[in-house]
């Protein structure tokens, strides 16, 4: 009787969801509390201490706790910023040492706070590690060579490289593709700032959802239209291929084919991917760059003055004789970054096409600016993720663990660079990165090994431009109404804007 009443059709469909609810139930209970528990035991036994795993958010209500707390209040204007960038971290590296455990949710998240390390993870070990996989709005907004793993990122990567060779790529050319990450802008100002909250909502219907979505459709749109349009204009020979898109395009034919494939490495998708990561990864990165270095030269108006005379002595007042000196690269005043940091209506030679030289290897300059990204790195740290059992500095990891890496801690190490590390000292840079810091070469603004920022060039090209037009034109302090609070959104950001008074020279 009982299994009569079973085999009914309703009570088998019923049998049969109680079963993958149980199931569902068990790979749930075994995601949350069997493998961390596991993990937690196998990376304790090998003498790391650490957080202790708390069913099933882990460290996240802390560290949400703990950032809302470093929020609610501006800092000194001092340079030791750690405790407000990450207080979580910070007190677990005090209480635990260098190398600790936190909790991600189940997923423990070890934090390497020791340049040697983060060289092996980087470089001499690279393989061995993967980038921490994303999902949702941030792999549809930034879907390029930065998340690619294995053969695809290397052959992207191939592809992209001489994109980015600065003696091929026409300077003043940037500014198209500046001109167009301006255009975009405008439609992902909104989705960039809801990134990661709305990563978790992402599937509901709700108006915001509704807009990411038509904004994305747009953006698309719009790309496919400039890739086409460039494709046209390659093959009726007409294309002046100097700048980022166009360098890429023809890398990407070239490489097709040495390859002798048919179809094209990357295809129309991929190098619209390529565009829209361009746009994230260096927009905003090299835009916050600029931003802290007004701010620190305005704290320190001495090395405004030193950058000043130097920028003076090579371009003087005059234009620049543009073929005459080797070492000076020539470059558009039209950067986004000048836009930026310089609204429109401070000078009129702001808006005219001037033309101006940037002595790119400028000592003074340079030193300034890898001071300002050893202390305010654009990006405070990196993530990756064991897929296999792997050696790390006497360590055994099993798979599943993330390592984090903490630029900015590492950055502001006293055992690394001195009992001054929380100084602005851009002398330390004299005689180069190796020769700044003791444990050495312990500077990774741009990250490191073969999977270094591909626009790290570009981006001091960038800022060394604006820095030095600034410079010219304007000396410039803080204002009364500036509130010190670095607070890494997706990038360092001072949560409160960069309030500066620009005076005209
Ligand atoms: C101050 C400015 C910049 C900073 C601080 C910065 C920082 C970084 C860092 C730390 C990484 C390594 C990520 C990782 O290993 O997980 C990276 C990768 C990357 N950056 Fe930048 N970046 C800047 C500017 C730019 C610019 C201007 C572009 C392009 C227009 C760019 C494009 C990329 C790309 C495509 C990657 C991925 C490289 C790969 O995975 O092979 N970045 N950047």
Known sequence: MAIGALLQPWSLLGFLAALMALWWACRVLESTLIVPRRLGRALQSQGLRGTTYRFPFGDLKELARLAMAARAKPMPLSHDITPRVNRLYYNV?????????????????????DPKLVREIMANKFGHFQKRKHTGIVRRLSNGLVNHEGEKWAAHRKIVNPAFHLEKLNVRTYSYIWRLQLQLQLHMIDLRVLVDMVNFFRFLPTQLNR?????????????????????????????NNDDLLGLMMESNIAETKQAGNSKPIMTMDDIIGELKLFY??????????????????????????????????????????????????????????????????????????????????????????????????????????????????????????????????????????????????????????????????????????????????????????????????????????????????????????????????
């Open 211 to 239: 807009r990411i979505k038509a904004n994305a459709r747009e953006l698309q749109a719009l790309l496919r239209g400039i890739v086409s349009k460039r494709e046209r204009a390659m093959k009726e020979g007409r294309a």
């Open 280 to 505: 994230f990864a260096g927009m905003d990165t090299t835009a916050v760059l600029l931003t802290w270095t007004m701010v620190l030269l305005s704290v320190h108006p001495e090395w405004q003055h030193r950058a000043r005379e130097e920028v003076q002595s090579v371009l003087g007042d005059n234009q620049p004789d543009l073929d005459g000196i080797q070492q000076l690269k020539i470059v558009s005043t039209r950067s986004p970054a000048c836009a930026l940091l310089c609204s429109h209506d401070f000078s009129r030679k702001w808006k005219s096409d001037t033309v101006v030289s940037v002595l790119v290897w400028s000592l003074q300059v340079t030193m300034i600016l890898y001071e300002v990204l050893r202390l305010y790195p654009p990006v405070v740290q990196l993530d990756r993720q064991t897929y296999k059992e792997v050696e790390l500095g006497g360590v055994t990891y099993p798979p599943g663990v993330l390592l984090s890496l903490p630029i900015v801690f590492i950055h502001h190490d006293k055992d690394v660079w001195g009992e001054d590390a929380d100084e602005f000292r851009p002398e330390r840079f004299k005689d180069g990165i190796s020769r700044a810091s003791k444990d050495s070469p312990a500077f990774f603004p741009f990250g490191w090994g073969p999977r270094i920022c591909v626009g790290q060039s570009f981006a001091l090209v960038e800022a060394k431009m604006a820095l030095s037009s600034i410079l010219q034109h304007f000396s410039f302090g803080l204002s009364q109404s500036y509130t010190h609070a670095p607070f890494p959104v997706s990038t360092l950001q001072p949560e409160h804007g960069a309030h500066i008074m620009l005076k005209k020279l």
């Open 93 to 113: 590296i005090r209480e635990h040492g260098k190398i600790s455990v936190t909790w991600l949710g189940p997923t423990p998240r070890v934090i390497v706070n």
